[in-house]
Each structure stands twice: as C-alpha cells, then as structure tokens.
C-alpha cells in the first residue's frame, strides 16, 4: 500500500485541502481544481457534508482522485471506505487506528508529528506519511531532519504551507508533495468564484514547476 499510496501523491504537487460546507460547490469545486492541474483531492470530514462530497465526486468527476482526510477513528474510516474514498488520511494516529488504516485496503497515509509516531508507523508496514502540524512541529527543518535516519520514508507535510514556504518542503527529497487548504478560501468557494480558484491553482501548478527547474528551491 506504500507504493500506492506514493503513487498517489505524485501525481499533483499539492494536495488541496477541502471543507465542504455546501454540498452544491463540491463538484464543481473539483472540475476547477482538477482542469488546474491538481486532480488529488483530499476531503475532510470536518462537516457533515465531507461523505456526501466523496461520493458526488468519485462518481461525477472525470480525472479526480478523492480520498477522506481528517479521518479520527474506526467509524469515520468505515464511513469514508464507503463513501468510495480511494485514500485515507489522517491527522494523527492512534494504535487501534493504524492497525485498521493499515488493513484498509486503499492507500492509507497516517499523520506523523514525531519521529516515535513515524518508527510506529514503519512498524504497520506504513513508509508514505503525512507530516501534521508541518509548521507548527518544526516546518522543513525538522522533516529534513527525519531524513537521516528515515531515508526511505516519505512525506506530504501539511499546516501552515502555502505560496511563501513550499519551496522549502519541495527542496526536501522525502517530500512527494504538499498539503495545502490555501487553494480553496471559504469566501470563494461560497460564492462560487471557480475562475479564481482557478487561476490558484494553476499559479501553485506553476509555481511547483518553476522551482523543479531550479532545483526545487532550497533550505535556508
């Protein structure tokens, strides 16, 4: 499931974090998100609408990848499998959850903030991480870090990235993309400004490309 779950997260540069407040926006939310270049979609289950969301966009949605993020425990996971979730994410992790994430039979990719939580997950099996909160829990610096005695670990850091900072988590070989809920600002979503949505996505799609051409940015 590593390598699925890898496979995944190569496919865009950034995930885009998604609250689904209004069932109505989630289609076409995603359509925008996937014509600008991101076709990895991680709806959380911060409101009620999250399963609802999946299933619309797993069925409606041409080239989407969906899967269930902010998945807390045994219910929401079983919930979000089937819902039709084609990944799993969560925020943290518990024994009980990463035994079942683990069996799950989709790519299921825990939060880490630690390095104790990271040599569990690697216990499970489970080398493809989320690294949660990136920026509260030491940002770049400290997944650069993981990365000698971890090597073969790799991550999809998400907390506090954006357009200012993702250069720093991009320069890091373990990264295979980033997590980011900047794409999809509540105000533009409610009123279904797409065009603008748009044209983030396809800035952040550039953005990834430009620094890939100079060597994916770097650490200070």
């Not at 076409?28 to 999250?50: D, F, H, K, S, Y």
């Not at 797993?58 to 819902?83: F, N, S, W």
């Amino acid at each position: 499931m590593s390598a699925a779950a890898q496979a995944i997260l190569k496919q865009a540069p950034v995930v885009p974090v998604i609250t689904i407040r209004d069932i109505n926006t989630a289609v076409p939310l995603a359509q925008t998100l996937v014509a600008g270049g991101l076709p990895v979609l991680e709806i959380t289950l911060r409101t009620p609408e999250g399963l609802a969301a999946i299933r619309l966009i797993r069925h409606e949605v041409e080239g989407a990848v969906v899967g269930a993020g902010t998945v807390l425990g045994q219910g929401d996971l079983d919930a979000a499998l089937q819902a039709g979730s084609e990944f799993i994410v969560t925020p943290g992790l518990t024994d009980n959850l990463l035994r079942a994430g683990a069996a799950c039979g989709v790519p299921f990719i825990p939060g880490v903030a630690t390095v104790s939580e990271l040599m569990v997950c690697l216990e499970q099996g489970l080398d493809t991480l989320k690294f949660f909160p990136a920026e509260a829990v030491g940002g770049a610096a400290a997944l650069k870090a993981f990365g000698g005695p971890f090597p073969q670990v790799r991550f999809c850091p998400t907390g506090g990235i954006g357009p200012a900072n993702i250069h720093q988590y991009l320069a890091l070989a373990s990264v295979l993309s980033v997590g980011g809920s900047w794409l999809t600002p509540d105000d533009l979503v409610a009123r279904g400004d797409w065009a603008a949505i748009l044209r983030l996505a396809r800035e952040a799609c550039a953005l990834v490309t430009t620094l890939n051409a100079e060597g994916r940015g770097s650490l200070p």
